[in-house]
């Protein structure tokens, strides 16, 4: 039987950012994060559920959770253990799923009953399903890291289709889809993004012009495919059609490890450096070319892995290897 613990938790300071716009006016962001009560257990990969409260994974306790931003007070749902949560995302129908990183399976939790359903993956070679994200249709699409796979599962019938990567370690890493239903994501382990046709599962691959990137997280802008470079301290924009890259070196140089990235509803990207201690949550204007807002994360951050753009209250939502989730409200 699993259990459920209700604890209340209370929030962290907040940090103010100056933003400056290229018209003149200054705007401020406003970071805020609340504690965990779990500590050491990394807490990670937060979705905003269609009711406001805030679903998460612990990866290294084995839970699942949710925070209501309202009251402060988390519910945590215990998983086997050994589970390994890695991410997780939540269905228009209120569904949770997660990927189980460790357990080679990606679960759905009915949050009414408390069921876990578990669609294993139908290769054994692919062991650790790692990022998931939904498409139009509903159906999800996600990576698995070491085993070098990307796959989909279509969540009507649970059949999980495999396809798995050419590149020895590639390590397929983040990965978003586009309003055409293609996905794209990063090959973390060699300087390529890939994407994949969903009507024929071709594969199509773009070799990064520097030998040295190494893509970590993705994202979608109007102008084309956005990532940041993990190893080189870059954000970088593919286009689609040419495969042409454009890089804009990190406001914290080589050092700044870019990892958790997020486009807003103004087009704008987000990025965190991890290199730093506190980590930076820093903002590019496309438009403009340029950096235009830089913030320390209040609790240090530890390394902020991923973030989600949320976009009815225009915020982005993250969580810290220092026990916190955040939130910072984008002007």
Same mark, same amino acid.
């Given at each position: 039987?699993?259990?459920?613990?209700?604890?209340?938790?209370?929030?962290?300071?907040?940090?103010?950012?100056?933003?400056?716009?290229?018209?003149?006016?200054?705007?401020?962001?406003?970071?805020? #994060?609340?504690?965990?009560?779990?500590?050491? !257990?990394?807490?990670?990969?937060? =979705?905003?559920?269609?009711?406001? +409260?805030?679903?998460?994974?612990?990866?290294?306790?084995?839970?699942?959770?949710?925070?209501?931003?309202?009251?402060?007070? =988390?519910?945590?749902?215990?998983?086997?253990?050994?589970?390994?949560?890695?991410?997780?995302?939540?269905?228009?129908?209120?569904?949770?799923?997660?990927?189980?990183?460790?357990?080679? /399976?990606?679960?759905?939790?009915?949050?009414?009953?408390?069921?876990?359903?578990?669609?294993?993956?139908?290769?054994?070679?692919?062991?650790?399903?790692?990022?998931?994200?939904?498409?139009?249709?509903?159906?999800?699409?996600?990576?698995?890291? =070491?085993?070098?796979?990307?796959?989909? $599962?279509?969540?009507?019938?649970?059949?999980?289709?495999?396809?798995?990567?050419?590149?020895?370690?590639? +390590?397929? /890493?983040?990965?978003?889809?586009?309003?055409?239903? +293609?996905?794209?994501?990063?090959?973390?382990?060699?300087?390529?993004?890939?994407?994949?046709?969903?009507?024929? =599962? #071709?594969?199509? #691959?773009?070799?990064?012009?520097?030998?040295?990137?190494?893509?970590?997280?993705? !994202?979608?802008?109007?102008?084309?495919?956005?990532?940041?470079?993990?190893?080189?301290?870059?954000?970088?924009?593919?286009?689609?059609?040419?495969?042409?890259?454009?890089?804009?070196?990190?406001?914290?140089?080589?050092?700044?490890?870019?990892?958790?990235?997020?486009?807003?509803?103004?087009?704008?990207?987000?990025?965190? #450096?991890?290199?730093?201690?506190?980590?930076? $949550?820093?903002?590019?204007?496309?438009?403009?070319?340029?950096?235009?807002?830089?913030?320390?994360?209040?609790?240090?951050?530890?390394?902020?892995?991923?973030?989600?753009?949320?976009?009815?209250?225009?915020?982005?939502?993250?969580?810290?290897?220092?026990? !916190?989730?955040?939130?910072?409200?984008?002007?």
């Amino acid at each position: 039987m699993k259990r459920t613990l209700l604890i209340a938790s209370t929030l962290l300071g907040s940090t103010w950012l100056t933003v400056e716009h290229t018209h003149g006016a200054a705007a401020a962001v406003d970071i805020r #994060e609340w504690p965990v009560p779990w500590k050491g !257990t990394r807490p990670r990969d937060p =979705f905003v559920a269609t009711d406001g +409260r805030v679903w998460f994974v612990g990866q290294e306790g084995d839970y699942l959770a949710v925070l209501d931003p309202t009251s402060g007070q =988390f519910k945590r749902i215990e998983l086997e253990a050994g589970t390994g949560p890695h991410n997780l995302i939540v269905d228009p129908k209120g569904a949770v799923w997660f990927s189980g990183n460790k357990k080679a /399976y990606i679960g759905r939790l009915d949050p009414k009953t408390g069921k876990i359903a578990r669609y294993r993956m139908p290769d054994p070679a692919a062991k650790d399903p790692h990022t998931l994200v939904l498409d139009a249709k509903g159906d999800i699409w996600f990576t698995a890291q =070491f085993s070098n796979f990307v796959g989909k $599962l279509s969540t009507g019938t649970g059949n999980v289709r495999l396809l798995p990567l050419p590149t020895p370690g590639a +390590r397929p /890493y983040g990965i978003v889809v586009d309003a055409s239903g +293609r996905p794209w994501f990063n090959e973390f382990g060699t300087n390529k993004l890939g994407t994949i046709d969903p009507a024929s =599962f #071709e594969l199509k #691959e773009y070799t990064l012009s520097d030998s040295g990137a190494r893509g970590r997280r993705i !994202t979608l802008g109007a102008d084309g495919v956005w990532y940041v470079d993990y190893a080189r301290g870059y954000l970088a924009r593919l286009d689609k059609a040419s495969g042409k890259v454009s890089e804009w070196p990190m406001p914290g140089g080589s050092q700044s490890l870019p990892y958790a990235m997020a486009a807003d509803d103004r087009g704008r990207i987000w990025a965190v #450096e991890t290199g730093p201690q506190p980590n930076r $949550l820093v903002g590019f204007d496309p438009k403009s070319a340029s950096f235009f807002a830089s913030a320390a994360i209040p609790s240090g951050g530890g390394t902020v892995r991923h973030m989600v753009f949320e976009a009815r209250q225009r915020q982005i939502w993250f969580g810290t290897d220092n026990d !916190t989730i955040g939130r910072a409200a984008v002007p």
